[in-house]
């Protein structure tokens, strides 16, 4: 049992590294193929460190969260360990998302314009950052707060970011872990609560 467990375990790790490794491939490849004069080799390693931080917590919370609903099915409760990773996950994820949808609000500093109308723009495009980091500080302690709110953070970045299928990178890079992060607390407050 234990030994189909952990090949169980392998077996799904390494076809979540796999995909996230085409994932990274698939947007160097294209913004590569974008403008390939501009883009020189660091410059395609550094989009392709910043565009990990989504996709790791993508491919990871599909991790913890299959891993978390197999234990539950299984014994009716979850490990531990998992459980400290299903506790942590969350917050931890909501803060590097938080983080990785400021980095969008730095493209302000290249404009031309007075120091005022440039920390001015730096706040309006941090306005999403700071809506979820004001989220994250509610739903802290309290795991349900986290779900509900960031499953409504989910769907207003998908009203405002996802129009067609041109959007598609908006989705895996925004929506969907925002939306895992609402899953994540939701296993949080209903897997351990009830464990």
Not at 85 to 106: Q, T, Y
Not at 161 to 167: E, K, T
């Amino acid at each position: 049992m234990e030994t189909q467990k952990s090949q169980f375990n392998r077996n799904l790790l390494i076809i979540l590294v796999g995909l996230f490794a085409l994932t990274i491939a698939a947007f160097s490849y294209t913004n590569w193929a974008a403008d390939p004069e501009f883009m020189q080799w660091w410059m395609t390693l550094l989009n392709a460190l910043i565009l990990s931080i989504p996709l790791v917590l993508l491919y990871g919370s599909i991790y913890v969260l299959i891993l978390g609903w197999r234990e539950r099915s299984a014994f009716g409760k979850v490990s531990p360990a998992l459980a400290k990773i299903i506790h942590w996950a969350p917050r931890l994820a909501a803060l590097l998302i938080i983080f990785f949808v400021s980095l969008f609000s730095l493209d302000v500093f290249e404009m031309d314009a007075s120091p005022l109308e440039l920390l001015g723009g730096f706040l309006i495009h941090n306005i999403p950052s700071i809506a979820m980091l004001v989220l994250l500080l509610f739903a802290w302690k309290r795991p349900v707060v986290g779900f509900v709110a960031f499953l409504i953070a989910a769907a207003v970045f998908a009203f405002f970011f996802v129009r067609d299928i041109h959007s598609l990178p908006n989705l895996l890079l925004f929506v969907l872990p925002i939306l895992l992060i609402a899953c994540l607390f939701y296993a949080d407050w209903q897997w351990l609560t009830t464990a």
